[in-house]
């Protein structure tokens, strides 16, 4: 079993900055994909940046140029950095993990709520 615990949410004016974490522990693999997704009241759980073991962030057509995500392998953690924050990206952002070989198993954290006000 995996845990994943997130913190770092907030309410900020438009146009500023958070910066979200994520720890993981218990049976984490080395050869994981982490990812941060959020959902906003009345709408789908989207993808927000994912980053695949040993390959680059990739980022949703809304937030490339503004949020950054990073990983450390070692300490089993993610982070999340968002700047020029918008309205819309207000919401309960989740971080996610999945592992494993011929089966793949998929972790939530228990979200973290972002509010930018305009």
């Known amino acids: 079993q995996v845990q994943l615990v997130e913190s770092g949410g907030g309410l900020v004016q438009a146009g500023g900055s958070l910066n979200l974490s994520c720890i993981a522990s218990g049976s984490v693999s080395p050869l994981n994909d982490m990812a941060w997704y959020r959902q906003a009241p009345g709408k789908e759980r989207e993808l927000v940046a994912r980053?695949?073991?040993?390959?680059?962030?990739k980022y949703a057509d809304s937030v490339k140029g503004r949020f950054t995500m990073s990983r450390d392998n070692r300490k089993n953690t993610m982070q999340l950095q968002m700047n020029s924050l918008k309205p819309g990206d207000s919401a309960v952002y989740y971080c996610?993990?999945?592992?494993?070989?011929?089966?793949?198993?998929?972790?939530w954290g228990q979200g973290t709520q972002v509010t930018v006000s305009s």
């Open positions: 996610h993990l999945e592992q494993g070989l011929a089966i793949k198993t998929a972790y």
């Open positions: 980053m695949v073991w040993g390959d680059a962030a």
